[in-house]
């Protein structure tokens, strides 16, 4: 199974587009950017949100892609501090794996 999982990593490093999570601190979301070709054919799979502090924190979303191969999440109910990002999907019989960490800013007064 731990080779499955490196066999997953791999993939994504061997990708011509990177994967890649952004936090966008002023409108409070994350931006999931995976290759447009993965989108286009039909990627299934999960984000998962991961926070080291306190797992009861923890989230799971659905992969819904957008045609360009990106997915918004919005981050308001998350709380500040560090979170680990996991997606996972499927292409075809592929797996894929990506792992990144973002830090939630604290919201800033109106």
């Known amino acids: 199974r731990f080779q499955e999982q490196i066999n997953?990593?791999?993939r994504?490093?061997?990708?011509?587009?990177p994967a890649r999570v952004a936090y966008d601190a002023t409108q409070r979301r994350l931006?999931?950017?995976l290759p447009a070709a993965h989108a286009?054919?039909?990627?299934t799979g999960?984000?998962?949100l991961y926070r080291p502090s306190s797992s009861g924190l923890d989230r799971r979303?659905?992969?819904?892609?957008?045609?360009q191969g990106q997915q918004t999440v919005d981050a308001a109910a998350l709380h500040q501090g560090l979170?680990?990002?996991?997606?996972?999907?499927?292409?075809?019989?592929?797996d894929f794996a990506f792992d990144d960490t973002v830090v939630i800013a604290?919201?800033?007064?109106?």
Do not use: C, N
Request: avoid cysteine; proline fraction near 7%; aromatic fraction near 4%.
């Open 106 to 110: 604290p919201a800033k007064p109106s």
């Open 61 to 67: 979303v659905p992969l819904q892609l957008d045609a």
């Open 8 to 10: 997953r990593r791999e």
């Open 12 to 17: 994504v490093q061997a990708l011509a587009e």
């Open 46 to 48: 999960e984000i998962q």
């Open 83 to 94: 979170w680990r990002v996991r997606v996972t999907w499927r292409v075809g019989d592929e």
């Open 31 to 33: 931006t999931l950017a």
């Open 40 to 43: 286009a054919a039909h990627a």
